[in-house]
């Protein structure tokens, strides 16, 4: 395909470690081998997104770069000879968003082995509520099934409750018959999270225990975190014996301190979870899930959309842990 000129959203370093972000137009210079085009109809903003637009070379080491973790469209144009053009499809993780240009974009150029083909029965759009961060809630759902963590064993804490991870998990634990209790810093919130799923509210600060006792109340089977730090330390001294703690996140700290009582007093188990790197047979094995058993019921509440120009003042909300919701990005594209 001939050059051709798109926009995208570039952050740049403009001094060191001093960014600025705009949107800018950028040249299509072609594929290399076994790369397919994508020409994305929809996008999705990630924590992890507005610490790359913001400058976080711990996650994108050379700027100018092009944010965006996810990405759902059609392709364009193919060097490979899995996919052909015109067939719909997304692309979460890997280095898309990080060293990769990403989605935040109205084409992006990925390696064909990062793609996934689009239900008949999904949109991009549909796609892209889901995105990372549900795909991330349903890897958690699906090590604690493996875990023998079923319904009727007891409840499912989720903390960072009203943010993307969190609002995606209260409803996928929902819809596969979980008793959810969503772990929020905002009171006001309490209706949202209940109209998701949540069975109980509970306020942040419930879990965040300073007493420096080893083992707290039994309270969860499960536990989806979304936070880290000293939520994570307390989540961890508050599981039931042989509970099951996903860790996800670290928006309030990357650091936890624990003693080993609750994993050899209470046989707890405390597993990482990876969304970017993935293998591709354990990734279509989540989706298939998300497509079917855990599909929520209605998305639109806890969606919000807003185009690429409008992005900036979501990203700046998100970095402020303000965001409730999943942030959808719809890219129009004028070619
Ligand atoms: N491991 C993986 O593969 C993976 C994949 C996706 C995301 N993540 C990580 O998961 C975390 C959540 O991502 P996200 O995209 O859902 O972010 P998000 O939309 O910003 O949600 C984070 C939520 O955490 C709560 N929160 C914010 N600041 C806090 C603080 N200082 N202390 C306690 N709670 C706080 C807020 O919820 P409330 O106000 O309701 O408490 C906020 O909405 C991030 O750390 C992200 O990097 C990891």
Known sequence: ????????????????????????????????????????????????????????????????????????????????????????????????????????????????????????????????????????????????????????????????????????????????????VASTGKPDKKDFLMRIGAKEVISREDVNDSSGKALLKKQWVGAIDNVGGNTLNTVIRSMEHRGVVASIGLVQSDKIESTVYPFILRGIRLIGIDSAESPMDYRLKIWNKIFNEWRINSHEDLVKECSLFELDKEINLILNGGQTGKVIVKIESEK
């Open 1 to 180: 395909m001939s050059e051709f000129k798109f926009k995208a959203l570039v952050v740049e370093e403009v001094q060191e470690n001093i960014f600025k972000r705009s949107i800018k137009e950028i040249i299509y210079e072609g594929l290399s081998e076994e790369e397919v085009l994508i020409k994305v109809e929809y996008s999705a903003l990630n924590y992890k997104d507005a610490l790359s637009a913001r400058g976080h070379k711990g996650i994108t080491r050379k700027y100018p770069h092009i944010p965006g973790v996810d990405a759902a469209g059609i392709i364009e144009e193919t060097k490979g000879n899995k996919f052909t053009a015109g067939e719909k499809v997304f692309v979460t993780g890997y280095d898309l968003g990080m060293n990769t240009d990403g989605g935040f974009s109205e084409f992006i150029k990925v390696p064909e082995g990062w793609v996934i083909r689009t239900p008949q029965n999904f949109t991009s759009r549909d796609l892209m509520i889901y995105g990372t961060a549900g795909f991330t809630a349903g890897i958690a759902i699906y090590e604690m099934q493996r875990n023998e963590i079923t319904p009727d064993k007891g409840k499912i804490l989720v903390t960072g409750a009203t943010g993307g991870v969190g609002c995606l998990a209260i409803a996928m634990l929902t819809k596969a018959g979980y008793y959810v």
